[in-house]
């Protein structure tokens, strides 16, 4: 069992945010978290899953019979600010290396041995009563038998008072990487997939979390009240507006309604007219004439890249053979919004 975990919660649009939580017991055998003042956490074990409940009352659970709740959580109750969750557990013991190049500790590594030593220039550790020996494996990322991720942080900074557009990310490394980026105002990822070899760099266009709004981008349209709503099938129905609808809405859109200031998904649009649309509500519910329909368009398709007057990148990458990572580029532009 671990005595400490940490959850990183990403809110829509914010950097990520990191707290630790200290065990307070044990429930069912297994570590009872909670965290106060404010409180923001409880993480719980019922026998069948690790439960954690956030200060929105909004449930998330790890299926999962270990330990410690490490991994990443689903939510499995109402809508939420926080676009995810992952745990891992606390330990503040890393492994750091000197360079006499930078005259300095630049390198952070994944294995924790619990000695180490050199020998004819060559490089062991001891872990658990065993010899290791470095430097042979041709499996990288791999220490002790267990898998580990490269991860690289950076960030733009330049002309910092001046807010500004990240189009693009540029990588000149021999494979691509993923990326999450996040500046003061939002947020967006690259999945390595996305990259697309240039003149010898990996290149490609920064989009938007999946599934998130962003109320201030023009992929996101106010339409109004609808004038009439009318059922069509147990999944379908037709709702007529007394104006013409503004061009830019399009089937594939998802229709959502203001609730106190919330957004509540209503359906995606399948069919439309001048002042008339059809919304799928299988997955969301049915509209009434005393509602404010709001449209949003696909957040990753309709990506404009991020602004801010900063941009952090977290690059990571899963491979196991030798990877070689030169530089990291972005293309920005003053922001006139």
Sequence with gaps: MCDCIKISYIPIGEEPVT????????????????????????????????????????????????DCPIGTWTNVSDTTNFSGFSIEECNPRKTITYSKVA??????????????????????????????????????????????SSTIRGIFNNDP???????????????PWSADVYTNINAGAISYTYFVEKEGQWFSYIRRFNDTIDVKALSTQGIGSPLVVAVVSASLVDVVFSFKLDSSISVGDQVYKNSGGNLILIGTITELTTNKIRIDISVGGMPTTSDFLICVKNSQTESFGARGYYMNVYLSNDLTEQVKLFSIGTSVFKSFL
């Design 19 to 66: 707290i630790e939580v200290i065990s307070n017991g044990v429930e069912v055998g297994k570590n009872y978290y909670e965290f106060s003042a404010p409180q923001l956490f409880t993480v719980s074990w019922d026998g069948v899953s690790w439960n954690l409940l956030d200060d929105e009352n909004t449930l998330w659970e790890l299926s999962e019979d270990t």
């Design 103 to 148: 005259d300095g500790w630049n390198s952070f590594w994944s294995y924790q041995p619990d000695w180490m030593t050199e020998m004819n220039s060559i490089f062991y550790t001891f872990k658990n009563g065993e010899l290791w020996r470095h430097n042979i494996n041709t499996t990288r990322n791999n220490f002790y038998g267990e898998q580990y």
């Design 161 to 175: 008072l001046t807010v500004k557009m990240f189009n693009t990310l540029s990588l000149n490394s021999n494979h």
